[in-house]
């Protein structure tokens, strides 16, 4: 399906070939934030102290870190 801009033809697809490249170490990256981010918030609703809440972040964003450098690390053939 093909939408007309002001820019000129631009394709609905395109969208799908973004999200095709994100592979699993930038999925990993996106994890660390996302793990304090998630802790800090359920800190806040459950009325948790900090510093639970700082080690349940710490915790996972470890087990990520973790993963994708010593259980399976990149090869660096990815882009070859």
Known sequence: MMQR???G??????FADHFSTIDRYDLLL?????????AGLAGRILD???EATLLCG???????LFDGLFVRPPNGLQGA
């Open 5 to 7: 801009d002001i820019a």
């Open 9 to 14: 033809i631009d394709g609905v697809d395109r």
């Open 48 to 50: 948790l102290p900090l």
């Open 30 to 38: 996106g994890l660390i934030p996302a793990a304090f981010g998630v």
């Open 58 to 64: 710490v915790a996972v964003a470890s087990l990520a």
